[in-house]
C-alpha cells in the first residue's frame, strides 16, 4: 500500500533530520541498501543466465529453435540487467551532501595526467 502525501512527506522530513544529525549513520545505510540492491540483482541475473543456459540447450536437443532464441536472449538480458546494477552501484558512490560534493577528493578528481603535471610543476617551483 502506497503512502499518502502526508505520510511521504513526514518520512522526508525525518529522512533530512537523520542527515542533518547524523551523517556518517545515513551514509552507512545508504550504501548497506546499495549493497543488498546490487547484491539481489547480481543474484538475479545469474539466475537469469542459468535459466538462459538451460533453455539453449533445451532448444538444441529437442531441435526447437525458437526455445534456443528465447534463451539466448535471456541471457544476453541477464548480463545487461547485472552490468546495469553494478554501474549503477558506483554511481550511487557518488556523495549527495553539498559538503562532501564541495571539497572533492583530490585523488578522485586527477587523474595520472594531473598527478604527473601538478608534479612537474612542484619540480620547476623548487628550481
Given at each position: 500500500?502506497?503512502?499518502?502525501?502526508?505520510?511521504?512527506?513526514?518520512?522526508?522530513?525525518?529522512?533530512?533530520?537523520?542527515?542533518?544529525?547524523?551523517?556518517?549513520?545515513?551514509?552507512?545505510?545508504?550504501?548497506?541498501?546499495?549493497?543488498?540492491?546490487?547484491?539481489?540483482?547480481?543474484?538475479?541475473?545469474?539466475?537469469?543466465?542459468?535459466?538462459?543456459?538451460?533453455?539453449?540447450?533445451?532448444?538444441?536437443?529437442?531441435?526447437?529453435?525458437?526455445?534456443?532464441?528465447?534463451?539466448?536472449?535471456?541471457?544476453?538480458?541477464?548480463?545487461?540487467?547485472?552490468?546495469?546494477a553494478i554501474r549503477g552501484r558506483d554511481r550511487e558512490r557518488t556523495p549527495d551532501?553539498?559538503?562532501?560534493?564541495?571539497?572533492?577528493?583530490?585523488?578522485?578528481?586527477?587523474?595520472?595526467?594531473?598527478?604527473?603535471?601538478?608534479?612537474?610543476?612542484?619540480?620547476?617551483?623548487?628550481?
Open positions: 500500500m502506497p503512502l499518502s502525501e502526508h505520510e511521504q512527506k513526514l518520512l522526508d522530513e525525518i529522512e533530512q533530520a537523520l542527515y542533518a544529525e547524523d551523517p556518517k549513520f545515513a551514509a552507512s545505510v545508504r550504501t548497506a541498501r546499495a549493497r543488498s540492491r546490487v547484491r539481489r540483482s547480481a543474484v538475479l541475473g545469474a539466475v537469469g543466465v542459468v535459466v538462459g543456459l538451460a533453455l539453449v540447450l533445451v532448444g538444441l536437443v529437442s531441435q526447437l529453435i525458437w526455445a534456443s532464441v528465447v534463451g539466448f536472449v535471456l541471457v544476453v538480458g541477464a548480463c545487461a540487467f547485472a552490468v546495469q551532501t553539498p559538503e562532501a560534493a564541495a571539497t572533492p577528493d583530490p585523488k578522485q578528481t586527477g587523474g595520472l595526467r594531473n598527478r604527473m603535471e601538478d608534479r612537474l610543476r612542484r619540480r620547476f617551483d623548487e628550481n
